[in-house]
């Protein structure tokens, strides 16, 4: 089942999007997540497999949300990113996954010798 986001707040302070959906579910999605996770063909890769690793994007901003039809957003990252479309489905499934799916992208930057930068 489809969901549908009731409330969405851009908390550019504290670097989270706070989304609440119809059934009751509410995530604070961090920037960064959202940076590292977005479905763009230029981090998800154009074939099968874990697609491009992204690094350096502690402090990455947003600058605008921009609603596409009734199914999702566009995000405007302020390190120029603004491709791939972050349909409602998607954004509940990063809110709802969010702890493995963290976990295994800090497993990947540690896997490539990667340290994050204090945020």
Do not use: C
Not at 26 to 41: C, T
Not at 107 to 117: E, F, K, N, P, S
């Amino acid at each position: 089942m489809d969901r549908k986001p009731t409330e969405i707040r851009l908390r550019k302070q504290s670097r989270l999007l706070a989304i609440t959906f119809d059934d009751g579910q509410a995530f604070e999605l961090p920037f960064e997540y959202l940076r590292v996770s977005s479905p763009s063909a230029e981090v998800r890769g154009h074939g099968l497999g874990e697609g491009v690793l992204q690094t350096g994007k502690e402090n990455v901003g947003i600058h605008a949300l921009e609603p596409v039809g009734r199914y999702a957003l566009k995000i405007v990252f302020d390190d120029g990113h603004d491709t791939g479309l972050y349909s409602w489905t998607y954004l509940y499934e990063l809110g709802r996954d969010q702890p493995a799916r963290w976990q295994a992208y800090l497993d990947r930057l540690t896997a490539a010798g990667y340290a994050r930068q204090p945020v």
